[in-house]
């Protein structure tokens, strides 16, 4: 009986039984890692090549002489295997365990032929899985209907190192300026972060596009020198905890900003908002407020200007009661004085005359 992989539960969400020891590219671990995969102690050196290793790939084609070199993880990368049965499974693969033919269900991640063949106009792509060859070969077989796969290398060809399964790849015989690894697992890479572009880890989300969303990356590393001008660092666990924090600051930001703006809003949506009648209230005594303090005013202004006007118009009616009054007060004398005996004045003694 096959033995199953300790840790697969603590780095895969799913379990898949005695299944993980055909799948599963990782074993008991005994080293304490990090995050990405890296041992604490920070060695991340891989053990020496014997002299007389001959490398993994056979010469390149001529046809790929200006292409680099992608090597490409299998399993939750392009596709995901179950022993259970799976109704809309993309193929059944009979493998051979002890003698036992069993049935393995194999569904294949959306997008994944439209990144093959895209992959193969632009690379030299290699299959690199640490499956077992028994499993995994049948499964190429069916994916690849395109012949993108220049080579396919399996368990045997990983190296094993601190309880690991890692792809090292020095041993495949090409630059590693032009190579570049396509991996759900940190572990894989281990040796060589600075070449890798991480996938997550894929089950049976019918709704993931993680492959077509990085056909543009890749468009663009197939043009550059260098791969390490584009991914140098990009999965060093200091720069990622810097991206983290601009990300946390841009996020911060954001939700500075959508708060304003839904004050804002609230604001505009309150001056729209019919008024209550106790708001209704007080803008009413507001207005009936200032159209007394107007009329108050008018009213004071009114009384400041009024004597001054009727004392102009009175003015003629005074004169006339004036004189009026003097002529009273004349003939008034004129009777005491006939009345008395007074003597005629001069004017009577003409007129009669």
């Not at 799948?23 to 995969?37: A, D, I, M, S, V």
């Not at 899985?129 to 396919?152: C, E, G, I, Q």
């Not at 601190?162 to 570049?180: A, E, M, P, T």
């Not at 600051?249 to 209550?276: E, K, R």
């Amino acid at each position: 009986m096959w033995s199953v992989c300790d840790d697969v539960e603590r780095l895969k969400p799913q379990k898949r039984g005695f299944f993980q020891s055909i799948l599963c590219c990782w074993r008991r671990n005994r080293t304490k890692t990090n995050q990405n995969g890296t041992p604490i102690d920070g060695s991340t050196t891989p053990p020496p090549l014997p002299d007389q290793q001959r490398y993994l790939l056979p010469q390149i084609r001529h046809s790929d002489m200006h292409k680099k070199c992608m090597v490409i993880d299998l399993d939750e990368t392009l596709v995901h295997s179950s022993f259970k049965p799976i109704p809309n499974a993309d193929f059944i693969v009979p493998v051979e365990i002890d003698g036992t033919i069993h049935q393995v269900y194999v569904l294949k991640r959306p997008y994944v032929d439209e990144f093959l063949r895209k992959m193969g106009e632009l690379y030299e792509c290699v299959l690199f899985t640490a499956s077992l060859a028994k499993y995994a070969d049948p499964v190429a077989d069916l994916l690849d209907k395109w012949n993108v796969f220049r080579a396919r290398l399996f368990r045997e060809s990983c190296v094993y190192y601190r309880g690991n399964y890692i792809k090292d790849l020095n041993r495949l015989g090409r630059d590693l300026q032009k190579i570049v690894i396509v991996d759900n697992s940190p572990a894989s890479y281990i040796f060589h972060p600075d070449n890798a572009v991480p996938v997550k880890s894929w089950f049976d989300d019918a709704s993931d596009c993680e492959l077509l969303e990085l056909i543009p990356l890749f468009e663009r590393l197939s043009k550059v020198d260098s791969v390490y001008s584009v991914l140098c660092n990009s999965n060093n666990p200091l720069n990622n905890h810097n991206q983290q924090q601009q990300q946390q600051q841009q996020q911060h930001q954001q939700q500075q900003s959508t708060q304003s703006q839904q004050q804002l809003q609230q604001s505009q949506q309150l001056q729209q908002l019919p008024q209550t009648p106790q708001q209704q209230q007080q803008q009413q005594q507001q207005q009936q407020q200032q159209t007394i303090t107007a009329t108050t005013i008018i009213t004071q202004a009114s009384t400041l200007s009024t004597p001054t006007i009727l004392t102009s118009q009175q003015q003629p009616q005074q004169t006339q009661q004036q004189q009026q009054q003097h002529q009273q007060q004349q003939q008034q004398q004129q009777q005491q004085q006939q009345q008395q005996g007074s003597p005629p004045n001069h004017n009577d003694l003409n007129s009669k005359t």
